[in-house]
């Protein structure tokens, strides 16, 4: 049964005003398509989590898509900080945005419980940091056999989890190779699950080497087909980071009215991905495409 | 000390602190890589003295042996020729958690005399002066790392008496709990690496001046410490820094400073 | 820096008296290899630790290798019982062989907890079963969150895994693909890992395709090359389970002599691996070989 | 009733079960396959009226679609045309802990009047006069599947008033206690086919008779059962059972009668 649809329409039925929604990936295989989308859309009060909320986020609220950010490290890597997120918890902007903060470790925590449909996930973290006085779900149990005190993060089951993938299936069956990130325990965590794929492929290539699937068709709602979907991030085989517009992100973010120009140009101003993509030119694609390196297969025969 | 402007042979202040770090990374030491300066004295090191060290990063590559300066934590570079890439849950619960990760590398906005970090807010957490990032990997890396080694330029602002927040634990936490009595497996940060000198803690936890760069005094480490500085009985002399490497550094592994 | 040694040479300086021991693996690549050379050389009071102890912990418990087992399910699938362990632990045998006893989800958790550096792992489960009454080891904890009762295990850290796979290179990296069993969980807990390949190869062809490293060769103590080392298990890519190997066991196994003269013959009366399979005959391998089924390899490149 | 001499068209006693619990699994029903007859049920359903059965192995098969009839739980024919192989632990973990699991079969030794099963032990488990397999992964599957259905000859010695040890929980627990008071999350065993008929659950935790296949007699179930076996005001008819499964059970799914 193909759940192939546009990211239009996987966005419009999928999240929804007040959802708590994760888009994930870390460096690699960030679906800004989806953000894009969810600001064309003009969602609101979002719940937005990521261990990076990085520019994908910055985006969203920067739109104000986003009323809450539940994170871990907000900045852009080597160049500077999140403006929008910045503006809105600084000074006189304070407030605007409510954060709920832990480390990398911590939210991953809470992702692996709601995949594993545990109510909590214990980890040997926090003792002596100022993080657990900031957050109130961060507590601990005592080690029934040691007598000591593990940290504990609730489960997180988030209402929409976008997860980018090398290539699907129509139903869903995602497999990635490269960085992992959280996507796996992410989807397993997720209520609904938008697979947004490169390259949608037959099903055969998905059964010709089973150990390469992530995150399998049976909890994929939505399956969107989004090539260049994660620019400026990259994705593994198919396209390098463009790390120019990292780079460049600190002129346009740092002031509200270029911030804008750029939402009105690259987001509102254009009706798709593909529209976006022409937009950057083809020069640009060109520069970034992989040069290949195939690996070998492997031998399932028995 | 080093300048801005690159005089051949002579270190800027970065460059020195990518070789001093570079000189505290053993042939095989296993090392949770920063991008960065971490990555360049990751870099240094393999191109000199630890051809054999084993790099992780918290995106999810092992033994990595990326072909490019990376220019992120996650950089394809990074997976290529990678041994192994795994899942970032492996990589905290499996190597990090599980006590396989020798070498950690933090900096921070803010450093205590007990070697708490800060890289969260300045002012109060409810309503910071400035939001800085936060977290990230830092505090669990601060837990768990069997070394811990810190990379900071030193100013009175950002080595200071105590820190604004504690993201990362070092010897001595607030109510004056030590790494043993709060059950912290990894020994703390072990070395602080700044522009102009090394330090190390003592068994009381506190920061002690033990080694000067090329150029630095007692004085003027002192006039960029915001708590008065211990200094050991006899300061060593300077390791790790020299000419060739900063040919190195320029050259080669980072031509483009990156991060330099 | 190569780790490469025969299996003899691996199992005299990892595994000694009193050891605990996991050969991994669930019904793929389980290393009988392994399980015969520590008959060969005669080490005593091992604690034999697996989910499934299957013929090949049988076997070790006959040769007197064994006295103390942990497991969840005992038995030859389909065919029959375990009867060297049967024979030790009812009737006139009972406890000659102290039995410790999970189900899969509690065994495997014990495996997580170990191999996550945490004191003990939780899992929803165990309510109104007898196991936990059988078991002092299973405790719980309150929930902090919810205070629902979640159950516990205590983390195990075997002195010695064997983790069987495809491929490794020289310094333990190994690759698997098709069943994993709990072999990465199994490693990363032991102090101890010895990787047993069907085929060494040169480190560029791990680093080829690094998404399909299972266990690092950071962990890996003594690397083992073993072609056929699982027969009658089997290796995806390599041979076939030899399924009447299974079905005739009932008949070797159900009589001390028979099983006896097993032993002598195919364990202690060859000094190797290589020396079974030759006396197994290339017919059986000829007709246990796989056919090939070859997957397409995948891009890297950027 | 069955027979175990092969007459064309009337099933066995093994065929019946298989049948009549292939009934019980709806099209993309995602269903924990155990070895033996629920995998010859999985694939008899898929074979008719349930081609889209989504079918997970506890050795880590997701999707699987076996070309041969697998010999054992973790034959290599399962990896092959796999949707996904993955670890144990996420099986585990992510598949059945978190609720993904529809429909779950057991059998075992002894079952009691609650649905109790027991694969451990036959007399105290200190001392037992049969030692039996264990849980395996009986317990869980007992705990978390949506629904589990259980397969077992019927006989005074299997089917008793109560069981020697609870290795999987059913509907009601030595003290009186429920699923529901006891916190588990599936629903516990909703079908018990036997050689002879198919037994539900009432609101209080009982077995009720409420089927029989051709040819049993209620006298003939309760002279095989260990207590006073409830029966339902109304039997409904039998259901599931066909001669053209029969032929397809004999001559496509298992010709050899591995599991028959």
Not at chain 1, 240 to 257: G, I, L, T
Not at chain 1, 286 to 300: A, F, I, N, T
Not at chain 2, 27 to 54: E, M
Request: charged residues 20%; glycine residues 10%.
């Amino acid at each position: 049964m193909s759940k192939l649809v546009s990211m239009k329409d996987a966005i419009a039925a999928s999240v929804h005003d007040g959802d708590s929604i994760v888009i994930d990936g870390f460096t690699h295989l960030i679906c800004f398509a989806a953000a894009h989308e969810i600001i064309r859309q003009k969602r609101k009060n979002l719940t937005a989590i990521r261990l990076t909320p990085d520019l994908v986020y910055d985006q969203l609220i920067e739109a104000g898509c986003v009323s809450k950010l539940i994170f871990s490290w907000a900045g852009n890597p080597g160049v500077g900080g999140l403006h929008a997120m910045r503006r809105r918890t600084e000074g006189a902007g304070l407030g605007q945005l409510t954060l709920e903060e832990y480390s990398h470790f911590g939210l991953l925590s809470r992702f692996l419980a709601g995949s594993a449909g545990l109510p909590f996930w214990p980890l040997d973290n926090y003792a002596g940091s100022s993080i657990p006085g900031a957050n109130a779900n961060i507590k601990s149990v005592t080690c029934p056999y040691t007598g000591r005190q593990i940290a504990t993060v609730p489960a997180l089951r988030p209402d929409v989890a976008v997860i980018h993938c090398q290539r699907a299936d129509d139903e869903g069956n995602a497999q990635v190779w490269g960085l992992y990130g959280s996507q796996k325990e992410v989807a397993f965590a997720a209520k609904r699950v938008i697979v947004v794929a490169e390259e949608i492929v037959p099903t055969s290539v998905i059964r010709s080497d089973p150990n390469r699937t992530l995150v399998p068709g049976l909890i994929a709602t939505h399956v969107v087909c989004e090539p260049w979907g994660c620019h400026p991030s990259f994705v593994q085989g198919h396209y390098d980071r463009d790390n120019d517009f990292y780079v460049e992100w600190e002129n346009v973010s740092r002031d509200p009215a270029t911030y804008a120009k750029w939402l009105d140009e690259y987001v509102y101003g254009v009706k798709d991905r593909a529209e976006y993509m022409q937009k950057l030119g083809a020069g640009l694609m060109e520069r970034l495409r992989k040069k290949p390196r195939m690996s070998e297969g492997v031998d399932y025969g028995y | 000390m080093g300048t801005d402007t690159l005089v051949p042979g002579v270190p800027t202040a970065s460059e020195m602190m990518a070789m001093r770090a570079a000189h505290e990374l053993h042939d095989r030491d296993v090392v949770f890589v920063g991008i960065g300066l971490p990555n360049l004295a990751c870099n240094l090191a393999r191109a000199t003295h630890a051809p054999q060290l084993f790099m992780i990063y918290e995106s999810g590559a092992v033994g990595a042996i990326p072909e490019r300066l990376p220019v992120s934590i996650g950089d394809p570079a990074l997976v290529t020729d990678s041994l192994q890439v795994t899942s970032q849950a492996d990589i905290f619960q499996l190597f990090l958690q599980r006590g396989l990760i020798e070498v950690g590398f933090l900096g921070g906005a803010q450093i205590d005399k007990f070697g708490n970090l800060n890289t969260t807010v300045i002012g109060p957490y409810a309503n910071p002066k400035v939001r800085l990032p936060g977290s990230g990997g830092a505090c669990e890396i601060a837990v768990h790392a069997r070394r811990l080694l810190v990379i900071m330029r030193m100013t009175k602002r950002s080595f200071v008496e105590t820190c604004d927040f504690i993201t990362s634990p070092g010897h001595r936490m607030p109510g004056g709990k030590s790494r043993k009595e709060l059950g912290l497996p990894g020994a703390g940060p072990t070395t602080v690496i700044t522009d102009q000198c090394v330090l190390e803690f003592g068994e009381d936890g506190e920061a002690v001046l033990v080694e000067l760069h090329p150029g630095a005094t007692v004085a003027s480490v002192k006039a960029a410490c915001g708590w008065d500085l211990k200094v050991a009985k006899e300061l060593r002399p300077s390791r790790g820094i020299d000419a060739s490497a900063t040919t190195l550094l320029r050259e080669k592994l980072d031509p483009k400073r990156l991060y330099l």
